[in-house]
């Protein structure tokens, strides 16, 4: 007889609870806000993503769905363009309300849910531990078996975390979001800028890739008239062959969800030449755009 699947967390703790869902009419992506036993807000967003044909007889592939989830109700770090960043840290959560929240959109999910990234509320590294134990949860064959190269886990760049998460065996992909090409431009978009400059963050990549011998994601939002001239987008190729010789990078542009801070998203045309000089400079570049826009906020 097979065994059973065993709780992803711990059945007897207090579950958040979902106070709201909001569905988004543009791209199908629902948002839930919870709130824990002892009153803090978090978010939890599962985004669906519309894939091109080769399914059966040709037709269309059917959707995948990604989860993101938070690691702490609101955040520590205070960047800028963000609206948890204007929140202040209520405090970090536990593995069980990590995994709860992915529960939570199991539940209402039409299909599998493939991906799970740490990109909501919180800073992960600043709660390594239950981050981790959390992921390692969910990549249990005899529950989730979400696999670890089908998660990721971002960070504003808290170098400790990268160099921890560097000898950690658990093989989920690190997203560093960047946003800027110079330290300051960083320093006023993201503060921690100014503990863990550029050049440092950079050695911290290079022994990551060295050390994992995986890739990184870089995310950079591009925001109108602050870090997306063309002058910008060479300036980052610059910084990121700095240690091109040691580390491997994608980088993810992503159109900004206005969030009530005095920052707009660029144009298509600029995001488009942003992009493509990248490409120009041997970089391998996408462009996001972000899921949800009509329920932002």
């Known amino acids: 007889m097979p065994p059973t699947a065993p709780p992803t967390h711990d059945d007897s703790a207090p579950r958040p609870v979902v106070e709201t869902r909001q569905d988004s009419a543009d791209d199908g992506t629902i948002k839930l806000r919870l709130r824990t036993c002892d009153g803090h807000p978090l978010e939890a967003v599962l985004m669906r993503f519309v894939r091109g044909g080769g399914g059966a007889a040709g037709g269309a592939l059917p959707p995948r769905y990604t989860a993101c989830l938070s690691s702490q109700s609101g955040c520590a770090l205070s960047c800028t363009f963000c609206a948890t960043g204007r929140m202040k840290l209520g405090r970090s959560l536990t593995r069980g309300e990590i995994v709860a929240q992915f ?9 599998r849910i493939d991906n799970v990234v740490m990109m909501g509320m919180g800073e992960p590294f600043h709660n390594y531990d239950e981050v981790l134990a959390a992921l390692r949860a969910l990549a249990d064959q005899r529950g989730h078996a979400i696999a670890p190269r089908r998660m990721t ?20 992909r690190l997203a560093l979001s960047l946003h800027a090409s110079s330290d300051a431009v960083r320093a006023q978009l993201m503060p921690v800028n100014r503990r863990f400059p550029l050049a440092r963050l950079m050695q911290a990549c290079a022994d990551y890739c060295d050390a994992t011998g ?5 995310e950079y939002l591009l925001l ?4 997306d001239s063309l002058a910008q987008a060479r300036e ?5 062959a700095t240690v091109h010789a040691r580390a491997s990078f994608h980088v993810n542009l992503i159109a900004y969800n206005p969030a009530g801070t005095p920052y707009v998203g660029s144009g298509t045309d600029v995001v488009h030449a942003f ?7 041997g970089l391998e570049t996408s462009y996001r755009v972000s899921r949800g826009r009509d329920i932002a906020g």
Request: hydrophobic residues 50%; negative net charge.
């Open 153 to 172: 886990i971002s960070t504003v760049g808290w170098v400790p975390g990268i160099e921890r998460f560097a000898a950690d065996d658990f093989p989920a």
């Open 275 to 281: 992009r493509d000089a990248l490409r120009e400079r």
């Open 103 to 111: 529960d939570e959109l199991a539940a209402i999910a039409p299909t």
């Open 236 to 240: 980052l190729a610059d910084l990121l």
């Open 224 to 227: 109108a008239g602050v870090n």
């Open 214 to 218: 995986r890739s990184i994601f870089i």
